[in-house]
């Protein structure tokens, strides 16, 4: 996969607002990154993030990030401003400018309507979202389907770490043959994954048990197990990626940079997307590490900025 910037930068005006503003306008443009990609097995996860330091503004600022499920690469990224119902519409055209609409994506239940679904679809792109109460009557299908219906397959794992054992169990039903609303007739859903997770906390001698639902016009045909495996998968590293907003937040302090304008909450939310990108690009394994390094020795700082051909 490769990233590259898009062009068409605007002309600057002579004014010192106006020059500012366009300023902050080419800057963003010219980091905007449009995705090309090269690899198909990868699935790719969109997600979007407040930046909280822009509120003073007047106007929430955020952004929609696309990234990939294995190497936590950035594919794609754009602004979006206003509530959190505008993610909707920013990542429908997002899809269609970066062209992951025909690629293997995930996405949180906010995403889970008809004209998103038959968009990823008719585009030729497998998609999971996951499906809740927003949706109220697909989602008592999906539990009335549970409750009735024998699995096709069952993928079964545990993990520890973090002070908590997790024990997840992934059924996979078939959707094809279920009589669902009409406005689901061009969004392909052939597949219902229903993962139960059931999570121990031994310090705090507490057992807390979930049910998720998802939907996926994939099926499972040509290998069954192995598709059941990759779709319980690919869920559970969705929310895997999230943790790349615990790095904005903490490790690049992104709540608590207060800005002026909108434009500059989007171009130093870019910036902060570039050194994420670098450093995962040149294996950093520790990020607050290497900015604490980087903070105390320029000279390493400027290294790692001619390692990645910056200077």
């Not at 909707?88 to 996405?107: C, N, P, Q, W, Y």
């Not at 908590?164 to 669902?180: A, H, N, P, V």
């Not at 016009?217 to 969705?238: F, K, M, V």
Request: hydrophobic share 35%.
């Amino acid at each position: 996969m490769h990233i590259q910037s898009i062009g068409n930068q605007p002309s600057i005006s002579v004014g010192n607002q106006s020059r500012r503003q366009d300023i902050f306008t080419t800057f963003y443009n010219f980091l905007q990154p449009r995705v090309e990609l090269r690899a198909t097995h990868d699935w790719v996860a969109m997600d979007g993030k407040t930046l909280r330091g822009t509120l003073t503004s007047g106007q929430k600022q955020s952004v929609v990030l696309a990234i990939a499920h294995e190497s936590r690469t950035l594919l794609a990224q754009a602004p979006m401003t206003g509530s959190k119902a505008s993610e909707i519409t920013v990542v429908r055209d997002l899809f269609t400018m970066s062209g992951l609409e025909a690629h293997k994506v995930t996405l949180d239940a906010h995403h889970c309507n008809p004209k998103t679904t038959a968009q990823i679809h008719q585009a030729g792109g497998p998609y999971v979202i996951q499906v809740k109460a927003n949706q109220p009557l697909l989602f008592k299908q999906c539990q009335d389907v549970l409750a009735t219906a024998t699995p096709l397959r069952i993928h079964p794992e545990s993990d520890k770490g973090h002070g908590r054992l997790t024990t997840r169990q992934g059924q996979c039903f078939d959707m094809s043959e279920l009589d669902l609303a009409s406005r689901w007739s061009d969004s392909g859903i052939h597949t219902l994954v229903v993962v139960e997770r059931e999570t121990w906390i031994p310090a705090k001698q507490k057992t807390t048990c979930e049910t998720a639902y998802y939907i996926s016009n994939q099926g499972l045909t040509s290998d069954p197990q192995g598709q059941a495996q990759e779709l319980t998968r690919a869920i559970r590293e969705h929310w895997h990626v999230e943790s790349e907003n615990w790095i904005r937040d903490v490790t690049f302090n992104e709540d608590h940079v207060k800005t002026t304008s909108p434009n500059q909450g989007q171009v130093m939310g870019c910036l902060r997307s570039l050194a994420v990108r670098l450093l995962r690009r040149f294996k950093v394994a520790n990020f607050q590490a290497a900015l604490e390094d980087f903070a105390d020795c320029p000279s390493k700082f400027e290294a790692f900025l001619r390692q990645v051909k910056f200077l």
